[in-house]
């Protein structure tokens, strides 16, 4: 039986003064939609506390799309923080949704989002806390049917089990069509067998219960995803694509929080895709192609989206904004029109060249806060192997721009451990950043207060692009490099901070592993791993037990590296890049070898628009 | 309507569930409101160009309010009912403002001004009567200094000057407590500081009921008193 659908607000209430911000768990914010007639409910949970979830823009167009099909309701849900958790179990309160505070369990349809590796223990904790049970194909008939997409499904095997399905792609008109199918199947009261079955039948949906694992000479230890006999799923599912960006509402973010979230502010989304072809990034390859939002769209959007909501803020939001066809003229526009009732607009990601200083000046970006580039690679030669089309002179020339400008801080990120490191490439990054501060010296002066900081992650390889072969650096080797780095730096004015090792460990064993990992997160998850991503709650201890219980070893598990020709844990997957594709890049890379941006010059050959039949959709031509 | 630079002083309550949003949520929150009620507010000079609004006394979190005030300034006064009419369509029900006028630009900023709060507060549990709750308090305001951790801070505050009145009476629901606050440079006493000093325990529910300025003769002068506000 499931649990009923009723107001249990009453239930939390009491819990609100206990709790660290109990505005977390409040709802009714404006803009979120209080009709929650139904019939069909589903619910969409970003399984971390509400101020990092809220602002999650996949969230918000889903909700919106639901919300408006004629029958289907759609609310939200959060991971209650650890305070709150640890007393809603003792009250035996089940995990509950926003707009109506209905318990998640009494809904048809429960969709997590997948927004990266780390968040993999919070799901089974939120299954938990809503008293859902954990392994898909254990569920009871009366159970809610519940699935996932996002960005970080494209190694979705280690969580497969706990899904009933997982929605590959772009989530537009897809999570529609699994609602519908849903919902026909209950009314006409057909087993779960048969309702994951149909579900099977859309383009875009995995149902990992009708693929089972084979571990053969071909895959790897992890093995590979084959339709089990009569199941009627394809053997390798596809993902769903917009075709075009302007077709949608550029509006989707209704909801004004009470507290401050992570990004408070509007966000439009201008462009989605990125063809720069960065070999590390999962993102520029599962996200192809590019489709851009006319400038006309962006600022009217803007303009009604503030109106609605009384920001006082506004995020131009995509991969890489400095790179769409209008972008200098979406910022003049805005700038112009926002900047005298108290509007700031902002931009995610700058370009390593004078364009994006110019577009960070342009918007007015905090000179205290300083700018921040990605350069990712300290050596010519690296940033060749990555695909990173940025020079040395490049970056002294945005660099010596910045300063003109009125920067005098810098923030560099970069990437420790790429395929084929040396010592000297990692010597290379403070040696860089030690030039970027001679550079702000030679204008400003001596002494004067210039400062680069630079942070220093570990490299993890992803599924579905050019490096996923590679292997993690092992450990001990990324002390060493840690150690030598330090020791490179020489200039007090260059700071360094490091990613926590650790934490990338554990995202590359969980984008390593196949089906199996789903063990490894049920015992991470009992001994007590949650809000992995949170530094003050990751326990490397735990995960290091669980590791034990199951009988692998993190690092062996995280720096193995493949054949190429071998079956992957993922290739019955595919965001349209193709297989040979990744590996002619991989070639490529080894020989330093760079490969160009499609939306720029010729098309070169990722698969993604023949194999899907759609194109890079551009506004104006790019520069 | 005319061309002045003005305030428009807002009374707004605080109920229902967002009595439990922080003090910074609520600013935030009517900030949003104001932005998408239209009303021409100002922005200040500096890089962040905020906008030109002050609040009342920060209420504590938990805590409903009957009286909050926020005065918004403005290039030229509006007129008051159609201002109130757009920031209620603009306002989150438990946010929600009742009143609004127009003052001049030059009156003393409310904060410091409206020191003085009359708080009702319920306390269920315990095993103290109003009767043992008044003999507690009675003895905490002869001590005098009350000292208590705000997180972890440590705090003190003069019951003599923060507590200008207080009540208690036994009610079917529990034990229901009136009191009448003083803000100074001190600080401001929560009630539920005072709840807690004398009986071990949380109030259940606190609620602001009013909020004033005391004039040097003493006199109540209520921040919706166009007239009076000038005086001061
Ligand atoms: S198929 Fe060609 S044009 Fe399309 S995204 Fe790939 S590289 Fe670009």
């Keep these: 039986m499931r649990i009923p659908r009723e107001d249990r607000f009453a239930d939390i209430e009491p819990l609100l003064g206990m709790v660290e911000r109990p505005s977390r768990y409040l709802g009714h914010e404006w803009g979120a939609v209080e009709d929650q007639e139904g019939p069909f409910h589903a619910c969409l949970i970003y399984a971390d506390v509400y101020e990092v979830g809220q602002p999650y823009l996949g969230h918000a167009i889903l909700y919106n799309e639901l919300n408006d099909q004629e029958g289907i309701s759609c609310e939200r849900a959060f991971l209650p923080w650890v305070d709150m958790s640890a007393l809603m179990r003792e009250r035996g309160i089940p995990m509950l949704s926003l707009e109506t505070a209905s318990p998640v369990a009494s809904f048809d349809l429960v969709g997590f989002t997948l927004a990266h590796e780390l968040i993999c223990t919070n799901i089974l904790e939120a299954l938990d806390l809503a008293q859902i049970t954990l392994v898909a194909q254990d569920r009871g008939e009366d159970e809610p049917i519940v699935v996932a997409g996002g960005p970080s499904v494209w190694n979705c095997e280690p969580v497969a089990p706990f899904f009933d399905a997982v929605l590959l792609g772009d989530g537009e008109g897809l999570l529609v069509e699994v609602a519908q199918c849903v919902r026909d199947a209950r009314t006409e009261s057909v087993p779960r067998s048969v309702l994951l079955r149909r579900l099977a039948q859309i383009p875009g949906v995995y149902v990992p219960s009708l693929y089972e694992v084979v571990v053969d000479e071909s895959s790897t230890r992890w093995g590979y995803a084959v339709p089990v006999e009569g199941s009627g799923a394809p053997a390798r599912v596809l993902k769903r694509c917009l075709p075009r960006l302007d077709t949608t509402d550029p509006v989707a973010q209704r909801i004004v929080p009470y507290l401050e979230a992570v990004q408070d502010r509007l966000a439009i989304e201008v462009l989605r895709g990125c063809a720069r072809g960065c070999r590390f990034c999962q993102a520029g390859m599962t996200y192809r192609p590019v489709r851009e939002r006319p400038v006309e769209q962006v600022v009217q959007g803007v303009e009604s989206g503030l109106g609605m909501s009384g920001f006082d803020q506004c995020s131009l939001s995509s991969l890489s904004t400095t790179d769409h066809s209008q972008c200098a003229q979406m910022l003049n526009s805005l700038h112009e029109r926002l900047d005298r009732v108290g509007v700031r607009v902002s931009i995610p990601s700058q370009r390593l060249d004078s364009f994006g200083v110019e577009m960070a000046a342009a918007v007015g970006s905090s000179r205290r806060a300083g700018l921040t580039f990605a350069p990712e690679a300290g050596s010519q030669r690296l940033r060749d192997v990555i695909n990173k089309n940025v020079t040395q002179d490049d970056l002294e020339r945005a660099a010596t721009n910045a300063f003109k400008s009125g920067y005098r801080r810098m923030k560099l990120y970069f990437m420790m451990g790429l395929p084929t490191e040396t010592d000297e490439d990692v010597v290379a990054i403070p040696k860089t950043a030690e030039r970027v501060v001679q550079i702000g010296r030679e204008l400003f002066g001596p002494r004067s207060k210039v400062s680069v900081s630079i942070s220093v992650a570990v490299f993890v390889p992803k599924s579905h692009t050019p490096f996923q072969w590679q292997g993690q650096l092992a450990f001990d080797e990324v002390r060493r490099r840690q150690q030598l780095l330090l020791h490179a730096a020489k200039d007090h004015a260059v700071r360094i901070s490091y990613h926590d090792a650790e934490i990338s460990l554990i995202d590359a064993v969980l984008s390593k592993m196949g089906r199996a990992g789903g063990e490894l997160l049920m015992a991470a998850w009992r001994k007590g791993c949650r809000f992995d991503a949170w530094n003050d709650q990751f326990r490397f201890d735990l995960w290091q037990e669980a590791a034990a219980q199951v009988g692998i070893r993190l690092e062996e598990v995280a720096s193995e590296s493949y054949p190429l020709d071998v079956r992957l844990p993922w290739d019955h997957t595919s965001p349209g890049v193709t297989k040979g594709y990744l590996q002619r890049e991989w070639r490529r890379a080894t020989q330093g070898e760079t490969t160009g941006d499609c939306t720029r010059h010729t098309c070169t050959g990722c698969g993604v628009c023949p194999t899907l039949g759609v194109r890079n959709e551009l506004a104006a031509t790019r520069s | ?232």
């Excluded at chain 2, 109920?15 to 100002?42: K, Q, W, Y």
Aim: net charge positive; with cysteine; charged share 25%.
């Design chain 2, 1 to 232: 309507m005319t061309a002045e630079p003005c305030r428009l002083r807002v009374r707004y309550a605080k109920d229902g569930r967002l009595a439990f949003l922080g003090h910074l949520e609520v600013m935030n929150t009517i900030m949003r409101c104001v932005r998408r009620s239209g009303l021409p507010f100002e922005v200040s000079n500096g890089f962040a160009h905020r906008m030109r609004i002050q609040f009342s006394q920060a209420l504590p979190v938990g805590a409903s309010s009957q009286g909050e005030y926020y005065d918004l300034k403005l290039p030229y006064a509006p007129d008051s009912d159609d201002a109130l009419a757009r920031l209620v369509e603009a306002t989150p029900l438990g946010l929600r403002p009742d009143a609004a006028v127009v003052l001049p630009r030059k009156v003393p900023a409310l904060e410091a001004w409206a020191s003085m709060s009359r708080w009702d507060v319920l306390v269920v549990g315990g095993v103290c009567s109003a009767q043992g709750f008044l003999k507690k308090v009675d003895q905490l305001v002869t001590d005098d200094v009350l000292e208590y951790l705000r997180g972890d801070k440590p705090r003190r505050i003069s019951l003599q000057r923060a507590l200008v009145s207080y009540e208690a009476f036994d009610t079917e629901e529990g034990m229901r407590v009136r009191l009448t606050t003083r803000a100074s440079e001190q600080g401001a006493l929560r009630p539920a500081i005072l709840v807690r000093a004398a009986m071990g325990l949380d109030p259940l529910r606190v609620c602001r009921v009013a909020q004033w300025h005391e004039d040097t003769q003493g006199v109540r002068v209520d921040p919706m008193d166009k007239r009076r506000c000038l005086v001061w």
